[in-house]
Every structure is written in structure tokens, then in C-alpha cells.
């Protein structure tokens, strides 16, 4: 059994409060294992970056966790619940152990300070280690995410988008963490690009040994770079399978539907056919399976009863009428 490292539980996210709130994460449960790159995949608004925000407890208002656990495994063996340790325990955590790359923070660089400044601010804020050492190690990461260290004295100006990108990977990686979470980093540059760091970003995972989530809505570099993939649709876990299982046999209308939205990177080619209509309208859930209205394959149960994620009898774990599932 592999060795779990973070473990989200039943974990509800609303926005605003009252009857006017919004559940745009819904009873979600999801494992991490050490080493492996999990992928989270959905349409925009299925609620990625809400589930990445909640369970890390950087959820801007009017954002609220209003139900669910996330347990970090530590390196000693013991556990802590990331909702519920005090700030200044969760302050530690974060860079050190948690590292977080969110969408836009490639824009988050400062355009009007060098790399190595901002390398070795993030060194200072978090360890002791002198000036002399700082440098040295700023410069060992750029070296390490692909960047000659002779363009450590840049200005981001000065960096194409993909080496900008790498600066943020090299910043997540600065303090060595167990976990990278990564949302979106790469959609606002081409696919080629897109791939390229996806490659190293794996690769280092494999020498380092630190464990991804990577949130995206394009499922092809998921199927490519992950181990695992989850999908999500207004905010449930609808499915979650191996990558290459998931490739094969996605068991899930949905997940079928989004695998023929993208080309595939490798392989056989595909049609891209895309899915008929748009999530459903959070204020106005339908009934049942909340993708019945778009799902070809909707029979009279799934506009009645919700279909809840579980055990297929082939050990895949889904949520849809067509596959019956143990749960629990
Ligand atoms: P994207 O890929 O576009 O980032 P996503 O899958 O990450 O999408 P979220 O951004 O987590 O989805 O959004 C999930 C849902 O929460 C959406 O329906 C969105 O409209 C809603 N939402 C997000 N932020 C707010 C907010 N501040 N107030 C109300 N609803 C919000
Ligand atoms: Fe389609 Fe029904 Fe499965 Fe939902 S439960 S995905 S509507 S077949």
C-alpha cells in the first residue's frame, strides 16, 4: 500500500452564507501518496481552484469551509488537520512542507526586482542560512528547473513566459516541500511550452520525491503526466482512476466527454467532439445526477437520485448510474 500524504475528507466549500450561499465543493475525498502527481480535471467553474484554496486554507472571502478534513501526513508519523492547526503552525507548513503555484502566479513575479532578489527573499523569509548561501542555492534552482544561472541577475521582463513559469516552479521548490500544488500554470502558454515544463516538473519529481496535485482543464497533458486523475463536475468528484485506466476505459459520461475535448499528445488521434451544453448554474443544481441535462446516456434514474462516488465491482471508483457501486 502506498504511503498516504495528504488526505482530504468530506470537504464542503461554500460561497457566502445564509440562503444565498453557493456549495461549489461538494463531500469531496481525495488521497495524495508520496511521490506521485495527482491530476484534477473539470471544465471552468467545476470548482479546481476551490477545492485547491479550501483545503489549503487560502479560500478569499466570501469563501468558507463548512465542513471536512485535510490531513497532513509528517515526516515523524504523525498527523495534522491543515483546517483546523493555528495560523502560525500553518504559516510553517506552507513553503516548507505545501508548496502552492496558483493560476496567475506567473504575474505575481515583481517586475521591477531581479530574480535572484526574489529567489532569495523566499530563502531569507524561511531559513537561516547566510547571504553567500542563499545566492548559491538560488542559483542551484534555476540550474535546476532548467534555467541557466547566468540569467539569475534578470528582470522578468527579461524571461520568456515558459522561463517565467520556471521561476515559480524553482520558487515552489526553493524549501524543498513534500507537496507542490500547482493550478493552471501553464494555460496562458503554448502547448508545446506547456509540455516542456510539465516534463520537468515531473522529472524532478522523480529525483526529489515531493508528491503533485496539478489542477487543469485539459485532460490530454493530465493523461500524459499523471499517475492519477480525478475529475470533477459542479464540484464532486464524479470519477477517479489511473491515468492510463481513465485513458482507456473512462468509465463516466462526463470524463468520456472531456477526454474527446482535447487532442491527444501521443497516441492514436482521436475526434474531438466536446460536450453538448454548460455546467449546471450552482444556485440551480438540477436533480439527481447533476449532469444529467448534458449526459447522452441519462436514463429515468439519473434525473431522480443522485448517484454518489464508490466502488465499482471492477474496483473503479465512480459516480453514475451505469456502474453500481458499493460505497463506503
Ligand atoms: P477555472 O478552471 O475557471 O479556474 P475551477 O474549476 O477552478 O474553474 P472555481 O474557480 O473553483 O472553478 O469555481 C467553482 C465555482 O465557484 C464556480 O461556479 C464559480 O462561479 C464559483 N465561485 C468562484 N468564486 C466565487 C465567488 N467569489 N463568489 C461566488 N461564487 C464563486
Ligand atoms: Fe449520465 Fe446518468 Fe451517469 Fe449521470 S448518472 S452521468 S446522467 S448516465
Known amino acids: 500500500m502506498k504511503e498516504r500524504i495528504l488526505e482530504v475528507r468530506g470537504l464542503n466549500v461554500d460561497y457566502g452564507m445564509g440562503p444565498e450561499s453557493v456549495r461549489a465543493v461538494r463531500d469531496v475525498d481525495l488521497t495524495l501518496h508520496r511521490g506521485e502527481v495527482l491530476g484534477l480535471a473539470g471544465e471552468s467553474g467545476s470548482g479546481k481552484s476551490t477545492l485547491a484554496y479550501g483545503m489549503t486554507r487560502l479560500l478569499p472571502p466570501p469563501g468558507i469551509v463548512a465542513g471536512g478534513e485535510v490531513i497532513y501526513h509528517l515526516d515523524d508519523g504523525t498527523t495534522v488537520d491543515l483546517l483546523r492547526i493555528r495560523d502560525a503552525d500553518l504559516r510553517r507548513l506552507r513553503w516548507s512542507e505545501i508548496a502552492i503555484v496558483f493560476q496567475g502566479a506567473i504575474n505575481s513575479l515583481n517586475p521591477v526586482q531581479r530574480i535572484s532578489t526574489q529567489l532569495v527573499d523566499v530563502l531569507k523569509a524561511h531559513s537561516a542560512s547566510t547571504p553567500r548561501a542563499r545566492l548559491d542555492r538560488a542559483r542551484e534552482l534555476l540550474t535546476l528547473v532548467g534555467i541557466a544561472s547566468d540569467r539569475l541577475n534578470s528582470y522578468p521582463h527579461q524571461l520568456s513566459g515558459g522561463m517565467r513559469q520556471r521561476v515559480m516552479i524553482a520558487m515552489a521548490l526553493a524549501l524543498e516541500p513534500r507537496v507542490v500544488i500547482m493550478d493552471e500554470p501553464t494555460t496562458a502558454l503554448d502547448v508545446v511550452v506547456q509540455r516542456q515544463i510539465l516534463r520537468t516538473l515531473v522529472d524532478l519529481r522523480e529525483r526529489l520525491g515531493f508528491s503533485v496535485v496539478f489542477i487543469t482543464h485539459d485532460l490530454s497533458l493530465l493523461v500524459e503526466f499523471s499517475d492519477r486523475i480525478a475529475i470533477m463536475y459542479a464540484g464532486q468528484v464524479v470519477e477517479e482512476a489511473a491515468s492510463a485506466d481513465l485513458y482507456r476505459t473512462p468509465l463516466h459520461p462526463y470524463s468520456d466527454g472531456l477526454l474527446q475535448s482535447f487532442p491527444a499528445l501521443k497516441g492514436p ?37 443522485t448517484p454518489v462516488l464508490g466502488q465499482s465491482r471492477a474496483g473503479r471508483s465512480v459516480a453514475c448510474w451505469l456502474h453500481p457501486v458499493s460505497v463506503g
Open 269 to 305: 488521434k482521436r475526434e474531438l467532439s466536446g460536450i453538448a451544453g454548460s455546467p449546471p448554474d450552482l444556485r440551480m443544481m438540477p436533480s439527481g445526477c447533476p449532469f444529467h441535462p448534458r449526459c447522452a446516456r441519462a436514463m429515468d434514474v439519473c434525473g431522480q437520485q
